[in-house]
Nanobody
């Protein structure tokens, strides 16, 4: 199995910045076959939504709401994905979850425990 451990959440004022990190550990056979790593978020009373993801080759996808403010990056050697968040807004307040997707025969979808990001106005 694979574990995802997130760090970097916290409380910040509007306009501020935070950097989230997510490191994968565990079954190295599966980890080396993780294609997509990314971040989702879930605000109270809302569904979980994609924030951004990144393929092993460096392709990225962003939610329209974060384009131009957030940057996702990935270090395959460290099995880590990062989310640099700038120009934070109160509506960015949510629990942010790391996600990793691999196909090793079957599809494997892993989630981190979540990290709280709170943006005060």
């Amino acid at each position: 199995q694979v574990q995802l451990v997130e760090s970097g959440g916290g409380l910040v004022q509007a306009g501020g910045s935070l950097r989230l990190s997510c490191a994968a550990s565990g079954n190295i056979f599966i980890i080396n076959r993780i294609n997509v790593m990314g971040w989702y978020r879930q605000a109270p009373g809302k569904e979980r939504e994609l924030v951004a993801n990144c393929t092993r080759g460096g392709g990225t996808v962003y939610a329209d709401s974060v384009k131009g403010r957030f940057t996702i990056s990935r270090d395959n050697a460290k099995n880590t994905v990062y989310l640099e968040m700038n120009g934070l807004k109160p509506e960015d307040t949510a629990v942010y979850y790391c996600n990793a997707y691999a196909v090793v025969g079957l599809r494997h979808n892993y989630w981190g425990q979540g990290t709280q990001v709170t943006v005060s106005s």
